[in-house]
């Protein structure tokens, strides 16, 4: 029973996941009061924002930042929130669905035992501060 309940849950977070990797697609194609259209810069703003924190989420477990804890941020939760962290950078509205979703992404990794819940909190550092640092950083002007 308890096999299946985990295959129930992994499908889940995979589905959740999926489904905010599309909304972060579509987000630049739905009109937003608080940014313009430029959606290619969306899109490469927020693929390197996640990119680069899945990236340190997996690093976190091959190097084992928290000894004898291989598991060590979650990576489900990390796209997750970083996914959901570009949305509410497009728009704050997005909000009221990122993190819904975010926050059941998070409740089924701790319940089909993938995680523990300092694993998803180390996904909070993970999954929003390489998207918020990508949306938010200004060149300076040459000179």
Known sequence: MFAELSVMFGLLTNALNALLLLLVAAAPLLPSPHKPSRSV???LRSG???GIGVVLAESGKHFQVWPGRDSFPSGHETLALAAGTCLVVRNP???AVALPLAAVQAWA???GHFHRPL???GALVTGVLPPLACHFYK???AG
């Open 41 to 43: 810069a969306f899109w």
């Open 48 to 50: 390197l924002g996640i």
């Open 93 to 95: 509205r997005w909000l």
């Open 109 to 111: 990794l701790v319940a």
């Open 119 to 121: 694993d998803i909190a």
């Open 139 to 141: 060149q300076r002007p």
